[in-house]
């Protein structure tokens, strides 16, 4: 969006139209409400930019189907001021051929919709009202102006969508209708006075409509308001211009287009710039191709400057609620939201002798033009001790050896507060906006940088761009969506479109009919563009977030989810992904185990296993499971682990349910998770982190896991061991002798515990060639080995500072720890890693060790020891 500068934000409010509660669609369920319909064509309106329209920046539904719209707005309009009709007459061509490229028309053009900015130009305001109520039919009032409606729109008369008696609706206005208010506009300015506005309605609408016998419409208007000499006096080149707008005949009148070609137009054309499509970030064009330093560099260096004016609308606006905005109020403040008592807005009705009782028709749900400014007051004096540099921040290390403001110091403190308490403050929110906007247009230049500030949060406003920079997403994404036909029926259309209205409904964008649409594009591009691939339930819940962020670019949403699902979700939307299920819940059950024994022996016990209650969270990404605004917290995390960490969520989870797990037997746990409890995700995020952190690369090895990638594998980004961060996959790893082996399904699944590699173990102990390890502050290692082969074996050869606990003596048959003489010795080793070291084995000498937890007397606190098998 473009900046601020000396616009304001202006709101305006409107009720759509109301439909009968008792009246279901064609699939049986609830009408979609008339507001939401609205909500969701508003979006597209937001994408444009344009030098001759007022950005549209949000808006908001409210009760009673009333919607408050959120725009960019000036208090001076084209009736404040008298400027050469010409002049006049090529913005407003300009900006009317913008909406036609994109298939709208104005039809409420009228002099207090044309506004002036400090420079001048003018803008025009309400151009989207009559595209986001479907030309009118969602709301009860007309949209446009009677005096400036063209003949064909007046001859055509009121339409409304629920009106049952309309069997047909009008045609919707073509950009010619647009074309006569200009002319009647233009008009008012040449004659100095306003046409037919002392005239009843009735008369106004019979006198434009008898203007359709007149050869001359100029010369009989000019007549009838007493001003033809005024007429006559102008240049000929304007009357000419004048005669080509009020054509009463639509077939005879110009479009914008074909206006703005005239001659008449040829002096002032070449003092205006083409317009230039701003280049969005993922593109194939330069985006820095057209930026100029000025000849003057201390221009760019002013002092007292309004740092806040140089920002987007949408974020003055964002930055705005935060700071205490609120749209209702300031409409109610300005008389524009009236609340009246429920006894005064009872319905008019008739008793049996014809009197009537109650209220007439109430006139405040119709349309109110008036916009209120919104006052910035607040949000400046909010920011005011936030110093410039703020909003130019230092991307490079430097910037650690500059001294810090007050307010820096202050925004510190804030980083350690909860996230979402630094999502609600202002000052914040504003430096990390400033922030991500600057690493993502040097994206993906710096996108190192985007990783190591999202690791510490991610603004919701950039949300969207964000997570695309993480996934990677590179190059003309939207000519490669084009590209894929999403207009052939095939087979999987019905899945679809049955999935869809389940899909996250309780949110009033994805629940909109233009949110349909394009979900169903979208899904229907990936499922045509991975043919290889099949749709599974679940699907459309991975392709919510995507969109929800990215609502008004399909291509982006595709891209992200494009490479989300091959990097975590590997093969599992293949015809059979059976093997690659079992395969991802059976490592899962060994994860359970060796973050939580007691809890995975209980599980394992009642027979409640991963494959009852896991397979929604794994093959949606949780997304099933967990509301929206849930799974953004969850997946600004989840975007910086590999494959792996899903497996981490799924145990934080469980962990937050231990209690009542261990407490219920199966049936009390399969109600438990048919309505799962309330999760604090918040906690989720940091139990996962650590249970990442600590879990080793290789136990989480799985053979069905995406490939490894060609490109060089880097560090610096992702969790890893506290000091330590690892951005790929153990399958990425150059592999080596002391690499793990895959496993076939049935081996992994008599196993309770992971396996890990050879290179892992020597990682955990720290151990040198030498054989000296690493200790702890109390002098004792991190981890423990235990080989538990015979004693003769272990005195041949073992690892340095192993501890020997032969199997045969410490061991039952159905692998428990039993009590022998060198148990007494894990004791000592309690809350540590148990790495369980034995001969290479064959498949028919599997064998399993239970996870078991060791209690030590009069210890108020129990530790648990998770083993690992045999390397």
Same mark, same amino acid.
């Not at 950005?55 to 309009?77: C, F, M, N, P, T």
């Not at 994860?591 to 007691?598: G, K, L, T, Y």
């Given at each position: 969006?473009?900046?601020?500068?000396?616009?304001?934000?202006?709101?305006?409010?409107f009720?759509?139209?109301?439909?009968?509660?008792?009246?279901?669609?064609?699939?049986?369920?609830?009408?979609?409400?008339n507001?939401?319909?609205?909500l969701g064509?508003?979006?597209?309106?937001?994408?444009?930019?344009?030098?001759?329209?007022?950005?549209?920046?949000?808006?908001?539904?409210?009760?009673?189907?009333?919607?408050?719209?959120?725009?960019?707005?000036?208090?001076?309009?084209?009736s404040?001021?008298?400027?050469?009709?010409?002049?006049v007459?090529?913005?407003?061509l300009?900006?009317?051929?913008?909406?036609?490229?994109?298939?709208?028309?104005?039809?409420?053009?009228?002099?207090?919709?044309?506004?002036?900015?400090?420079?001048?130009?003018?803008?025009?305001?309400?151009?989207?009202?009559?595209y986001?109520?479907?030309?009118?039919?969602?709301v009860?009032?007309?949209?446009?102006?009677?005096?400036?409606?063209?003949?064909?729109v007046?001859?055509?008369?009121?339409?409304?969508?629920?009106?049952?008696?309309?069997?047909?609706?009008?045609l919707p206005?073509?950009p010619?209708?647009?074309i006569?208010?200009?002319g009647?506009?233009?008009?008012?300015?040449?004659?100095?006075?306003?046409?037919?506005?002392?005239?009843?309605?009735?008369?106004?609408l019979?006198?434009i409509?008898?203007?359709?016998?007149?050869?001359?419409?100029?010369?009989v208007?000019a007549e009838?308001?007493?001003?033809?000499?005024?007429?006559?006096?102008l240049?000929?080149?304007?009357?000419e211009?004048?005669?080509?707008?009020?054509?009463?005949?639509?077939?005879?009148?110009?479009?914008?287009?074909?206006?703005?070609?005239?001659?008449v137009?040829?002096?002032?054309?070449?003092?205006?710039?083409?317009?230039?499509?701003?280049?969005?970030?993922?593109?194939?064009?330069?985006?820095?191709?057209?930026?100029?330093?000025?000849?003057?560099?201390?221009?760019l260096?002013?002092?007292?400057e309004?740092?806040?004016?140089e920002?987007?609308?949408?974020?003055?606006?964002?930055?705005?609620?935060?700071a205490?905005?609120?749209?209702?109020?300031?409409?109610?403040?300005?008389?524009?939201?009236?609340? &009246?008592?429920?006894?005064?807005?009872?319905?008019?009705f008739?008793?049996?002798?014809?009197?009537?009782?109650?209220?007439?028709?109430?006139?405040?749900?119709l349309?109110?033009?008036?916009?209120?400014?919104?006052s910035l007051?607040?949000?400046?004096?909010?920011?005011?001790?936030?110093g410039?540099?703020?909003?130019?921040?230092l991307?490079?290390?430097?910037?650690?050896?500059?001294?810090?403001?007050?307010?820096?110091?202050?925004?510190?403190?804030?980083?350690?507060?909860p996230?979402?308490?630094?999502?609600?403050?202002?000052?914040?929110?504003?430096?990390r906006?400033?922030?991500?906007?600057?690493?993502?247009?040097?994206?993906?230049?710096?996108?190192?940088?985007v990783?190591?500030?999202?690791?510490?949060?991610?603004?919701?406003?950039?949300r969207?761009?964000?997570w695309?920079?993480?996934?990677?997403?590179?190059?003309?994404i939207?000519?490669?969506?084009?590209?894929?036909? &999403?207009d052939?029926?095939?087979?999987?259309?019905?899945?679809?479109?049955?999935?869809?209205?389940?899909?996250?409904?309780?949110?009033?964008?994805?629940?909109?009919?233009?949110?349909h649409?394009?979900?169903?594009?979208?899904?229907k591009?990936?499922?045509?563009?991975?043919?290889?691939?099949?749709?599974?339930q679940?699907?459309?819940?991975?392709?919510?977030?995507?969109?929800?962020?990215?609502?008004?670019?399909?291509?982006?949403a595709?891209?992200c989810?494009?490479?989300?699902?091959?990097k975590?979700?590997?093969n599992?939307?293949?015809?059979?992904?059976?093997?690659v299920?079992?395969?991802?819940?059976?490592?899962?059950?060994q994860?359970?185990?060796?973050?939580?024994?007691?809890l995975?022996?209980h599980?394992?016990?009642?027979?409640?296993?991963?494959?009852l209650?896991?397979?929604?969270?794994?093959?949606?990404?949780?997304?099933?499971?967990f509301?929206?605004?849930?799974i953004?917290?969850l997946?600004?995390t989840?975007?910086?682990?590999?494959s792996?960490?899903?497996?981490?969520?799924?145990?934080?989870?469980?962990?937050q349910?231990?209690d009542?797990?261990?407490?219920?037997?199966?049936?009390?746990?399969?109600?438990?998770?048919?309505?799962?409890?309330e999760?604090?995700?918040?906690?989720?995020?940091?139990?996962?982190?650590?249970?990442?952190?600590?879990?080793? &690369?290789?136990?989480?090895?799985?053979?069905?896991?995406?490939?490894?990638?060609?490109?060089?594998?880097?560090?610096?980004?992702?969790?890893?061991?506290?000091?330590?961060?690892?951005?790929?996959?153990?399958?990425?790893?150059?592999?080596?002798d002391?690499?793990?082996?895959?496993?076939?399904?049935?081996?992994?699944?008599?196993?309770?515990?992971?396996?890990?590699?050879?290179?892992?173990?020597?990682?955990?102990?720290?151990?040198?060639l030498?054989?000296?390890?690493k200790?702890?502050?109390?002098?004792?290692?991190k981890?423990?080995?235990?080989?538990?082969?015979?004693?003769?074996?272990?005195?041949?050869?073992?690892?340095?500072g192993?501890?020997?606990?032969?199997?045969?003596?410490?061991f039952?048959?159905?692998?428990?720890?039993?009590?022998?003489?060198?148990?007494?010795?894990?004791?000592?080793?309690?809350?540590?890693?148990?790495?369980?070291?034995s001969?290479?084995?064959?498949?028919?000498?599997?064998?399993?060790?239970?996870?078991?937890?060791c209690?030590? &007397?009069?210890?108020?606190?129990?530790?648990?020891?998770?083993?690992?098998?045999?390397?």
């Open positions: 969006m473009r900046p601020l500068r000396d616009a304001q934000l202006g709101a305006f409010t009720f759509a139209s109301a439909l009968p509660h008792d009246v279901c669609g064609s699939n049986g369920l609830p009408l979609t409400p507001s939401i319909k609205i064509r508003f979006q597209i309106l937001k994408t444009f930019t344009h030098p001759r329209l007022c950005q549209y920046v949000d808006i908001s539904r409210g009760k009673h189907e009333r919607l408050v719209v959120v725009a960019e707005h000036y208090e001076s309009s084209l404040d001021f008298q400027r050469q009709g010409k002049t007459a090529y913005e407003v300009e900006g009317l051929e913008f909406m036609n490229k994109h298939g709208m028309v104005h039809r409420a053009l009228a002099p207090n919709n044309v506004l002036m900015d400090h420079k001048g130009n003018l803008k025009l305001a309400k151009f989207g009202l009559y986001m109520t479907d030309r009118g039919g969602d009860d009032f007309p949209i446009g102006y009677p005096s400036y409606l063209a003949p064909e007046i001859a055509q008369g009121s339409f409304h969508a629920s009106d049952p008696s309309n069997e047909e609706a009008p206005s073509g010619k209708s647009d006569w208010s200009l009647v506009l233009l008009f008012e300015m040449c004659a100095g006075r306003r046409l037919l506005h002392n005239i009843e309605i009735s008369e106004r019979k006198f409509l008898t203007l359709g016998c007149m050869d001359d419409i100029v010369t208007l009838e308001h007493g001003c033809l000499d005024t007429i006559k006096d240049p000929v080149n304007v009357l211009l004048l005669r080509k707008c009020l054509i009463f005949l639509p077939s005879k009148r110009p479009t914008p287009a074909e206006l703005l070609g005239d001659e137009f040829n002096e002032i054309s070449c003092l205006y710039m083409p317009f230039q499509k701003p280049l969005s970030l993922f593109s194939s064009s330069l985006r820095c191709a057209h930026l100029e330093l000025p000849e003057d560099i201390s221009d260096c002013k002092e007292e309004d740092y806040l004016s920002r987007a609308i949408d974020e003055v606006y964002y930055l705005w609620c935060l205490g905005g609120d749209l209702e109020k300031e409409l109610t403040n300005q008389g524009i939201i009236q609340s &009246k008592p429920p006894l005064c807005t009872l319905p008019k008739l008793l049996e002798d014809g009197e009537s009782f109650g209220q007439g028709r109430d006139r405040s749900f349309l109110d033009d008036t916009t209120v400014t919104l007051c607040q949000l400046r004096n909010r920011l005011k001790d936030v410039g540099e703020a909003y130019y921040p991307l490079e290390e430097e910037q650690s050896s500059l001294p810090q403001s007050a307010s820096s110091q202050d925004l510190s403190t804030t980083v350690t507060l996230l979402i308490i630094r999502e609600r403050d202002t000052e914040y929110q504003l430096t906006i400033v922030l991500f906007h600057r690493l993502l247009q040097a994206y993906p230049y710096k996108r190192d940088l990783w190591k500030d999202a690791r510490v949060d991610i603004p919701p406003l950039v969207g761009m964000a695309a920079a993480l996934l990677g997403i590179e190059g003309d939207q000519a490669k969506y084009e590209g894929i036909d &999403k052939t029926p095939i087979p999987t259309d019905r899945q679809i479109e049955v999935d869809i209205p389940r899909c996250h409904q309780y949110d009033e964008l994805l629940s909109s009919p233009q949110g649409v394009k979900f169903r594009r979208v899904l591009a990936w499922v045509v563009s991975h043919p290889d691939l099949v749709y599974w679940g699907l459309d819940s991975l392709c919510a977030p995507f969109l929800y962020l990215n609502f008004n670019n399909e291509a982006l595709y891209a989810m494009s490479a989300f699902i091959p975590y979700l590997y599992f939307f293949l015809k059979d992904n059976s093997h299920i079992q395969e991802y819940l059976t490592v899962f059950s994860m359970i185990a060796f973050h939580d024994p007691e995975s022996n599980l394992n016990q009642i027979g409640f296993i991963p494959d209650y896991a397979i929604p969270w794994f093959l949606t990404m949780f997304t099933h499971v509301p929206l605004h849930k953004f917290h997946w600004d989840l975007l910086l682990g590999n792996s960490f899903p497996f981490c969520i799924g145990v934080a989870i469980l962990q349910l231990r009542r797990l261990l407490a219920n037997g199966f049936n009390e746990c399969i109600l438990l998770f048919s309505d799962l409890p999760i604090d995700i918040e906690r989720c995020v940091h139990e996962s982190i650590k249970l990442f952190s600590w879990t080793p &690369k290789s136990a989480t090895y799985r053979q069905h896991a995406q490939p490894p990638k060609t490109t060089a594998v880097t560090d610096g980004n992702g969790f890893g061991r506290p000091g330590t961060y690892y951005f790929s996959d153990y399958q990425d790893m150059p592999r080596t002391l690499s793990r082996e895959p496993l076939a399904l049935s081996e992994l699944k008599a196993e309770l515990s992971p396996r890990i590699s050879a290179e892992d173990l020597i990682d955990l102990c720290e151990l040198s030498a054989g000296g390890g200790r702890t502050r109390a002098g004792r290692p981890i423990v080995a235990v080989d538990v082969r015979s004693a003769e074996d272990f005195n041949r050869g073992h690892l340095s192993s501890v020997n606990l032969p199997y045969s003596s410490a039952g048959p159905d692998g428990e720890l039993v009590q022998c003489p060198g148990t007494g010795v894990l004791h000592s080793f309690r809350g540590r890693v148990i790495v369980v070291i001969h290479a084995m064959k498949s028919a000498d599997t064998w399993r060790i239970k996870p078991v937890r209690r030590k &007397k009069h210890d108020s606190e129990d530790r648990i020891m998770s083993p690992f098998p045999i390397l």
